[in-house]
Structure formats: C-alpha cells, structure tokens
C-alpha cells in the first residue's frame, strides 16, 4: 500500500531494515512552513486512529470489571474475593507491561506496534468468551484468562509515547490531553454497552461481551494499516529511564500517581461489583458514569494545572478525593445510595483532574531541578545541555509514574477485599484510602509548595 501523494512529501526511501511499510524520514513539527503544509494533516490523521485504538484497549482493560458482577447470573459460584482477584489481575499485568510496550514503538514503529497490540486484543476477548460459557471452569484458569485483559493496559502507553513524536512542543499538551481522555473513556463505554448486549430476555450471554470486541479490534488494526505512519525519528533513548530513576522526585510524583491515576482504574474496576453487593436492587446500567466523568474531568485537571499550577490542583483533588471517600463511608454506615452514588461519582471527578495535573507537574518539576540527580559533572555543562538532560529525565519518569501508577488499579480491589474479608465491610478499606489521600496530598505540599523548599519559588 502507499501513502497518498502530500504524505510522500514527508516520506522517503524505506530502509531493508525496516519492518513493514509506510514510513517517514523527514518529520520536523517544530518548522512552522512544513507543520502548516503537511504535518498538521499527518498528526491529526495517526492521532484520530490511536485515540481509537486506545479507545479499545482501555475496553478490554476493563472488560472483567463488568463481566465479574454477572457471573452469578451465568452460573459461576466465586467468593468476594475471587471476585476482587478476577478485577484486580487485569490491572497487575496492565502496569506491568506499560514500559515494554513505551519500547516497542521506537523499536518496531509506531504503525506497526499499533497494528500488532490492536491485534493482541484479539487474544483476551476470543478466552472470555470461551470460559464464561463454562461455569465449572476452575478459578485458576479463568484468573489466568482475566490476566490476559492486562494486554489493553499497555496500550495507553505505547500510545502516548507514540502520538507526542508527531507533535510540535506547542501542541503536545492538547493532543496528549485527547488521546488519553479518549482511551479512558473506553472504561465507561464498556461498563454501559456490556449489560446492554449480554440480555437475552430472561437470562444472559456473557460471550457477547468478548464478541462484541473482536470485530472493532479487527477494525483499528486494519485503519492502522491504512492510515497511520511510522516515524524514523521516534527514537527513546533507555538511557532516560535511568536518568529518571536517580532523580527523586520520580519517585515522589510515582507515589502521587498511584493516588490519582491508580485511584481511577481501581475505583472504574471496583464500582460495577460494589453496586450489585451493596445495593443489589440498582441497575449496573449506571456504573458507567464513574468512569465516564473521570475521563471528560482529566483535560480539565491539565487546563486548571496551567493555571493554578499542577501542584495546587493535586493537592486540592486529593482532598476532594478524601473528601468523596468519607461521604462514602457514611453511605454505607446509613444505607443510602444517593449518597453512596454521589461520593463515587465526586472521587471519579477528583481522580481524573488529579490525573491531568500529576500528568502536567512532570515536566514543570524536572525543568525547575534541572540539575538534580546529575552527576557533578553532568551538573557543570552549559544551560542548553542541562535543559536537554532534565527534559529526557522528565521523559523517563512519564513512563516509570505510569507504570507505577496502574498499580493502584490492583491495590484498590485488593484493599476492598481484604476490608470484607477481615471486617465484613467495605468501610475499613475506605478509611485507609482517606488516610492515603491525607499523605499524598500533604507530600504534595512539603516537597512542591510548601514556602522555603528548593521548588516552591516555581510554578509547579
């Protein structure tokens, strides 16, 4: 297949050593003349099919945190905390394969691995739907089958680190902005389009939920193919992750993610399961919204940190999101749903604007120490190299915080479980996220706003 005739203006000779088609030599964002005339259209065109492709590999990340509260339905006996490992393993094996997947794209291209992780998707979705037709499957199997839904996790990754190679430095934030609303809303379509296709009259055909994936899958590999591009100049340099991991506040701004971003893929994982055990008689048609407005609220959480600055709006979702954890509790001490909805819905608010502003403190914090975690030697070179230094650090720990972030995908439902296990509520678990929330947020304010500290003349 060939690129169109204005692509090839951007295109040159493809190398022996190059896997598959489609790729582009000259690629300049930053040239006003060549963003204008070609690239702009370029970047747009992969963006609108990675937004799609990630779309779907949040969908199959989440596909078991719906699937889990039906099972009853199909015939399955699992304990509470079966239920919990079957949601909390996708996001285990998700955060774990982030940094290989950010790898792949300048290793293979970012095309190409779009081509092939879309494809991937293929092998969860087609094991869901032969185990749930099965309800004497054994545990082990059908946790070995919910692991594999980890395969969309890594997506978000790849995407993000391919999509900001074809972005000049003024429109990066918008793009990335889209890109990752649009594959966190994938966790809400799922959760509203699974109890809609699975009814059959008076029972229910869990297979559809993996059915209704394999075509669109097939889909965004096939528009890959068509419309996207590698990019020869997307090259990241391992040497970033190690520069990341010397320096500090990697691990701090990590810790925070795991507050925000992990509480978002917890809270999305968890909330279908919490709303059939505690208030049996709601529909799991509205468990959707949680995710859904932690997904429109994340470019707002980007928008408010250019602002405010991204270490006041962390600092301030926290609260909000000990503040949503709290109403929660008293909920379920009084048994009320509105209450209990509406504190869900607030922390699903919180945790996604805290996402956008984590997300935007990352680069603001690694600019402002530019010199931190650098060698005395490294330290001693000119301002340009030092800038240059700080930004590929700043790159590394994008990747690092994101991978560990997911994990609070995992620690979230583990947490519930262990609290109805040990207590026979979900209360024990939500006192020890508000506590959680009340640490993050006050790390937030020492390391980054508090009046003395090395960072607290910048805007962080």
Request: glycine letters at 12%; proline letters at 4%.
């Amino acid at each position: 297949m060939s690129t169109t005739e204005a692509d090839r203006t951007a295109t040159s000779t493809q190398t022996p050593r190059r896997f598959g088609r489609r790729w582009i030599d000259h690629w300049d964002p930053e040239d006003e003349v060549f963003w204008s005339s070609t690239g702009r259209r370029v970047a747009r065109r992969n963006l609108s099919v990675s937004i799609f492709a990630e779309f779907l590999g949040f969908a199959v990340w989440a596909l078991w945190s719906i699937v889990v509260p039906q099972l009853a339905g199909a015939g399955f006996a699992l304990t509470v905390d079966q239920q919990f490992w079957l949601i909390a393993v996708p996001s285990l094996v998700g955060a774990t394969l982030r940094i290989p997947y950010t790898l792949a794209v300048p290793l293979l291209g970012g095309r190409n691995w779009t081509i092939i992780s879309a494809l991937l998707l293929l092998i969860p979705t087609a094991a869901l739907v032969v185990v749930v037709q099965q309800p004497a499957t054994p545990f082990p199997l059908l946790l070995a089958v919910a692991a594999l839904a980890g395969l969309g996790g890594g997506n978000f990754a790849s995407s993000m680190a391919n999509i900001t190679f074809f972005f000049p430095q003024r429109e990066k934030g918008r793009a990335l902005g889209l890109n990752a609303a649009g594959g966190n809303v994938g966790t809400a379509a799922v959760q509203l389009a699974v109890p809609l296709v699975i009814a059959t009259g008076a029972g229910i055909a869990l297979e559809r939920a993996g059915l209704v994936v394999i075509p669109l899958a097939l889909l965004a590999a096939v528009l890959a193919w068509r419309l996207m591009d590698n990019l020869s100049t997307a090259r990241t340099d391992p040497r970033t992750f190690t520069a990341a991991t010397r320096n500090r506040h990697t691990w701090i701004i990590s810790f925070l993610y795991i507050g925000t971003f992990g509480s978002f893929i917890g809270y999305s994982g968890v909330f279908p399961t919490l709303l059939a055990t505690t208030f049996p008689e709601v529909t799991l048609t509205i468990a959707f919204l949680g995710a859904l407005v932690g997904s429109v609220a994340r470019p707002l959480g980007g928008v408010l940190a250019d602002r405010l600055g991204g270490a006041r709006v962390t600092v301030a979702s926290f609260l909000v999101m000990g503040l949503g954890a709290v109403g929660a509790i008293t909920a379920l001490q009084r048994t009320e749903f509105g209450l209990f909805f509406g504190s869900f819905l607030l922390l699903f608010v919180a945790t996604g604007i805290g996402n956008g502003s984590t997300y935007r403190m990352i680069p603001a914090v690694f600019a402002a120490g530019a010199h931190e975690g650098m060698s005395e030697v490294e330290a001693e070179g000119d301002v340009a190299e030092r800038r240059l230094r700080a930004q590929r650090a700043a790159a590394g720990c994008i990747g690092i915080a994101g991978a560990i972030g997911a994990f609070g995908g995992f620690l979230i439902p583990r947490g519930f479980a262990l609290s109805t296990q040990l207590t026979g509520s979900l209360v024990a678990a939500l006192v020890i996220f508000v506590g959680c929330y009340l640490l993050m947020a006050a790390v937030t304010w020492i390391v980054y706003l508090r009046r003395g500290t090395a960072l607290s003349a910048a805007t962080i």
